[in-house]
């Protein structure tokens, strides 16, 4: 069998775990149209089966926070997970979806990788939002640098050409181990991924600079032949950002608590009850206590 690991780097909110969904065909990622939704590397298995004609391939697609400009500890420990990244794959997936005139983000993150010896793919994502001139502009571009082994175009939203995308990066692997077993399509625990969707819907739900400053911490998880018992924490940095996630009469948390469970629960296939609590940790995204504990901070730090 080949084996290898697939970075997917790019700048917050191009579609980085919108692809690796797609590629995996099931949620493991949360996604939202809100910047630095991802805070940790979620890695996604991808196995092709061997058959007689073939050996068959598995890949571990590895999705990183976006690349950016850090205003506070928690954006600087997420900027040196994804780049931590480079270290450990195989290949590169660089993604982008517009124009490299648009912001100093793409070239950020360019001259980052431009002078590895890895092997580096551009993807040019959401290619269904883009006219034919303005995609053609931007792979005539990147082609010019030099610095890519492919250049690809794909809507991870729509599926389309993600295939080529798999099949691009399958090319990059060699003869090694099946590292996961072959029905498994993430290594997280049940436990991470019930806290990223809750905190999906908290992203979903909440509006302007609440939703950065949230975190979720599992503290009971109870798991019966029918039914999961789960107590989570939420915590925010402000007083009056507690009122705002709670709501009126607490209508604003029992919105986000229905939405998740019922995630949840067809995650887990079990019935699930799940309370929630608010509290405040104030300006806990400036505290590497608070970030190490909450698992924002790469091992490898």
Known sequence: MKSGFV????????????????????KIAITTDKP???RNSIRGIYTRPATEEDEGCQLVFIDTPGIHKAHNKLGSAMTQMAVNTFKEVDVILFLVDSAPDKGKGDKFILDMIKDLE????????????MEPDAFKATYDYYDGLGVFDG???????????VDEVVAAAERFAEEGPMYFPEDMITDHPERFLVSEIIREK?????????????AVEIESYKEGETLTEIGA??????????????GKQGHTIKGISMSARKEIEALLGTHVYLRLWVKVKENWR???VAIANFGYADSDN
């Open 7 to 26: 970075g997917i780097i790019g700048r917050p909110n191009v579609g980085k775990s919108t692809l690796l969904n797609c590629i995996l065909g099931e």
């Open 36 to 38: 630095q939704t991802t």
């Open 118 to 129: 890895t092997p580096k793919l551009l993807i040019i994502n959401k290619i269904d939002k």
């Open 151 to 161: 250049i690809y175009g794909t809507s991870a939203l729509n599926g389309m050409r």
């Open 202 to 214: 908290l992203l979903l739900y909440l509006q302007d600079e609440v939703p950065h400053g949230v």
């Open 233 to 246: 924490v939420v915590y925010c940095e402000r007083k009056s950002h507690k009122g705002i996630i709670l």
């Open 286 to 288: 400036d505290s590497d």
